[in-house]
């Protein structure tokens, strides 16, 4: 157990700090209160319109094709970090999962996806 007591001590004394420092907030900080403070701020200027906006569906697919190559392009390190330990068969594997990417990249690029108007 002797290894694991300076990081029980670290959580403590940091559970320590953040309730002393929420305590104090609450105790020593300003009460006043007006309905201006209860306003969303946005950038300094006073709010308009519905808070629940639409948005286009090319927003979203364009969100949802970052988040997918990103992660695919997430299984190129490990790859990289034991290229030589692979040999060739790591190689063909790694050329064809690049080959299933590019096609789904130009999929996309030929249906508007990655087009913003």
């Known amino acids: 157990m002797s290894p694991y007591v300076s990081i029980v001590i670290l959580c403590l004394l ?10 104090l907030n609450t105790l020593l900080g300003p009460k006043a209160t007006n309905p201006v403070k209860h306003d969303p701020f946005e950038c300094g200027n006073p709010p308009t319109g519905p808070a629940f906006g639409r948005f286009s569906v090319r927003f979203y697919m364009t969100a949802i ?11 190129l390190y490990p790859w990289a970090i034991l290229f030589r330990d692979l040999g060739l ?7 064809t999962f ?17 087009e913003w108007d």
């Open 14 to 23: 940091s559970a320590i700090i953040v309730g002393a420092m929420v305590s």
């Open 65 to 75: 094709l970052f988040i997918l190559f990103d992660v695919e392009v997430v299984f």
């Open 89 to 95: 068969f790591g190689f063909v594997e790694m050329l």
């Open 98 to 114: 690049l080959l299933v990417l590019g096609v789904g990249l130009l999929y996309a690029w030929r249906k508007g996806a990655l």
